[in-house]
């Protein structure tokens, strides 16, 4: 198969889409710049003044350990259920992958696909090879995705940033986009025990120019935790990490169970063909 990525050095210079030749463990453009594909599994594509970014390996492996233990399985299955649609030989771009669990899951549901990942995270695209040796992972922004014009079958961009302009240029017309979301009620009795005022997740207006809503998946599910561990991880893999005060940490690292919903949205776009 055809590479489909561009050098990033080409496009910051003068724009132009520059596609990359894999020669060994390098991958060369037209023009002779380089870049290496780490022996951990990835090609690093970031601009070399863009420093260290993503999640650090401490949250990575947090969420990584969260993961394995299935409480998100009901999701990433429905995720597989609705790609199974999409014809063999695939090229499918998951943008913001972390550290793979979802996107190694698309790779094996049809092992005909090829399925890149992306994120600002090296640690987490480090794990996301550990996951699956077969993806070809890219460390890049969503908001200046290394891949050429029309040349994916379909993006994924699960609770990762929006990059709308960028998935429309790197889909083909027709081409497939599946965002993941958060529900209204997704996590509610984690933000029970966090806050004293625990508010829904405001609606998701699903409307995105350039594209058409085929179909709104919803998946609703409750779980309960009973590992102080595996409680501690689902806190820290979210943005409340962030925001909840001293007091509510305390409750959270207090309790011995937690039974909280997990409430999904999987839309499922096309592009349209005119743009």
């Not at 050095?9 to 037209?30: E, H, I």
């Not at 695939?90 to 996107?103: F, K, M, N, P, R």
């Not at 590992?227 to 940490?249: H, N, V, W």
């Amino acid at each position: 198969m055809n590479e489909i990525c561009i050098c990033p050095v080409c496009v910051r210079r003068s724009g132009k889409r520059a596609r990359l030749c894999r020669t060994d463990k390098r991958y060369v453009c037209p023009d002779g710049h380089s870049f290496d594909r780490s022996a951990k599994g990835y090609l690093n594509l970031l601009p070399p003044s863009a420093g260290a970014h993503g999640d650090n390996r401490d949250m990575v492996r947090s969420r990584r350990d969260l993961l394995d233990s299935g409480i998100y399985a009901p999701f990433r299955q429905a995720l597989a259920d609705l790609l199974s649609s999409l014809p063999d030989n695939a090229v499918l771009w998951d943008s913001g992958c972390g550290e793979g669990y979802y996107t190694a899951a698309v790779a094996q549901c049809n092992r005909s696909f090829t399925v890149y990942g992306s994120d600002l995270s090296v640690a987490a695209l480090v794990e996301a090879y550990k996951r699956d040796a077969s993806l070809r992972l890219i460390a890049a922004s969503s908001y200046a995705l290394p891949a050429d014009d029309a040349s994916c079958d379909g993006v994924l961009c699960l609770f990762a940033p929006e990059a709308r302009d960028e998935f429309l240029r790197i889909l083909k017309p027709g081409g497939t986009l599946i965002l993941g979301i958060p529900g209204k009620r997704h996590l509610f009795g984690l933000k029970k025990l966090l806050y004293d005022t625990p508010y829904e997740n405001a609606p998701h207006d699903p409307t995105m120019e350039g594209f058409t809503l085929v179909e709104n998946r919803e998946v609703y599910y409750s779980e309960t935790l009973t590992d102080r561990e595996q409680i501690k991880s689902l806190f820290e893999m979210t943005p409340y990490a962030y925001r909840t005060g001293k007091s509510g940490k305390d409750r959270l690292l207090a309790v011995n169970s937690l039974e909280t919903e997990l409430h999904f949205h999987l839309l499922h776009y096309q592009k349209n063909r005119n743009d």
